[in-house]
């Protein structure tokens, strides 16, 4: 595929402007588009000692390329979505400021208890609660095994639940189905 830093440069500055095109084609923003293409390259960089590409290296990268654009689609869908119901919970009227402050002083207590919280597993909590990253996307990143990532957002959430006030957990629970 590359033999060495020059080949891989060389290889990046004939097929990023063709990539970026095809991405533009599903994010429909070229800011986004010139993200996927450059991700896609990362990884092809940072896997090249073990990547097996079957087909032609231009296929594999244009596949890479569709599926790292549809998942950002996906990504953005899932966000629109939730902050939608999010904004259904906001208060509309007066009577709904009790709501308003309930909500509030659960998202502040959150953020602290979240701060408690030991590093490792505070940025694992984060990147899939707030970044919405897949557990296998956060092993990947941190190159931790799935089973760590798997036990530290459960050690967070069971730190949370049981630092919550009572009033609050209820609140918790939903809070947690929309992010």
């Keep these: 595929m590359f033999k060495d ?3 891989f440069e060389a290889l990046f ?8 095109l095809l991405a533009k084609k599903y994010v429909r923003d070229m800011d986004e588009a010139r993200d996927v293409a450059q991700q896609v390259f990362i990884k092809l960089y940072e896997k090249r000692e073990t990547i097996q590409i079957k087909s032609s290296l231009k296929s594999y990268l244009f596949q890479a390329v569709r599926n790292t654009a549809l998942n950002l689609v996906k990504h953005h869908q899932t966000h629109t979505k939730h902050t939608e119901n999010v904004k259904y919970l906001q208060p509309k009227t007066v009577d709904d400021i009790d709501h308003q402050m309930r909500y509030s002083e659960l998202e502040s207590q959150i953020h602290r208890l979240i701060a ?3 590093e490792k597993c505070r940025e694992i909590f984060k990147m899939n609660r707030f970044e919405h990253k897949k557990n296998k996307e956060i092993a ?6 799935i ?3 798997e036990t530290q ?3 967070a959430l069971k730190f949370l639940r049981a ?3 009572p ?12 992010f």
Aim: glycine letters at 2%; charged letters at 20%; aromatic letters at 10%.
């Design 116 to 118: 408690q919280l030991p």
């Design 13 to 20: 500055r004939q097929h990023y402007p063709a990539t970026v």
């Design 147 to 149: 089973r760590t990532v």
């Design 140 to 145: 990947e990143e941190l190159g931790i095994s």
């Design 163 to 165: 630092n919550l006030s």
């Design 167 to 178: 009033d609050l957990l209820t609140a918790f629970l939903l809070f947690l189905t929309f």
């Design 153 to 155: 957002i459960s050690k």
């Design 5 to 7: 830093k020059k080949e």
